[in-house]
């Protein structure tokens, strides 16, 4: 269930950040409107990773489409193996 307060509840900081897990993140509005969300640095981190590998696997994914595939014993040279 998600968590949603408006940002005046950060008056009260320890209690807000006491509602904050790893897998729940507590959703703060301003105005009646979604602004910030606060997240645990795990969570946090976790989502950082995987924003970067699916970054790099776009990047893969386009290179493919733009330059083709190579075969394997050509890719392997290049590595140095």
Known sequence: MLTIKPVTEL?????VLREVTEDQPVFLTKN???RFAIVDIRAYERLRAELE??????E???SVRKDGWIPMD????QLGN
């Open 74 to 77: 050509a890719a392997m040279e």
């Open 53 to 58: 590998l699916m970054s790099a696997l776009a």
């Open 32 to 34: 009646g409107h979604g």
């Open 11 to 15: 008056r009260n900081y320890n209690k």
């Open 60 to 62: 893969g994914e386009e």
